[in-house]
């Protein structure tokens, strides 16, 4: 059996692995991945960036990155698909 490592005080990425503002995407991105999204909610949730830190830095609004999160939570990453968006809406959100 493996022993699962601890990290206390880092934010994990969705991968799994430790995040840093050097591992999230630049300032400025504009085309948005599920990974690049899955990264910066993960950081805001980590406290790695506050809310308002992560819409200037990508020029986002709060109302957008909460449907990223709000779409992690009820459907994982595939919820950041943009192309399923809409069949995800319609479920509900």
């Not at 430790?18 to 400025?28: A, H």
């Not at 948005?32 to 910066?40: D, F, P, Q, S």
């Not at 980590?46 to 308002?52: I, K, V, W, Y």
Request: proline residues 6%; aromatic residues 6%.
């Amino acid at each position: 059996m493996q022993k699962q490592r601890r990290y206390d005080g880092v934010v994990m990425g969705p991968d799994g692995n430790p995040l840093t503002l050097d591992d999230l995407p630049p300032p400025g991105t504009t085309r948005w991945v599920i990974r690049r999204k899955a990264e910066v909610v993960a950081a805001v949730r980590g406290g790695l960036l506050t809310l308002e830190d992560a819409c200037a830095r990508y020029g986002l609004s709060e109302e957008e990155f909460d449907t990223w999160r709000k779409s992690i939570e009820k459907h994982g990453l595939p919820g950041l698909r943009t192309t399923r968006i809409q069949h995800y809406r319609g479920a509900g959100m």
